[in-house]
């Protein structure tokens, strides 16, 4: 399974972002069940944002949740990260993930996710 995460760029403090994802290759793509988004700004850790599972039901890190939505499209393969007023301390590279379970007491934690895509750049600055 390969992920490929698109949308990233400069943003403008208060401004607004949307990234995708795309999950493509053979075998197991028809098996992943959560799909979520980590970023990790300069320096570092990565942190966890949000995941959605197969049901769409979404699940949120306090850190970001009321600025933050997740969703997916089954069908298409596809995790959509969307994200409001932006702040400068949301720079980092956002990193799309996928798994074969879903766990929502294990989102927050990287090591639950199988796969990983290779990140995008999100900028906020004016």
């Known amino acids: 399974v390969q992920l490929q995460a698109c949308g990233g760029g400069l943003v403008q403090p208060g401004g607004s972002l949307r990234l995708s994802c795309v999950a493509s290759?053979?075998?197991?793509?028809?098996?992943?069940?959560?799909m979520g988004w980590f970023r990790q700004a300069p320096g570092k850790g990565r942190e966890y944002v949000g995941a959605?599972?197969?049901?769409?039901?979404?699940h949120y890190a306090n850190s970001v949740r009321g600025r933050v939505s997740v969703s997916r499209n089954n069908r298409e393969k596809t995790a959509t990260l969307e994200m409001i007023n932006l702040k400068p301390e949301d720079t980092a590279v956002y990193y799309c993930?996928?798994?074969?379970?879903?766990?929502?007491?294990?989102?927050?934690?990287?090591?639950?996710?199988?796969?990983w895509g290779q990140g995008t750049q999100v900028t906020v600055s004016s």
């Open positions: 959605v599972g197969w049901n769409s039901i979404d």
């Open positions: 290759g053979s075998g197991r793509l028809t098996s992943i069940i959560a």
């Open positions: 993930t996928a798994d074969l379970h879903a766990d929502r007491a294990r989102y927050g934690d990287p090591t639950f996710w199988k796969y």
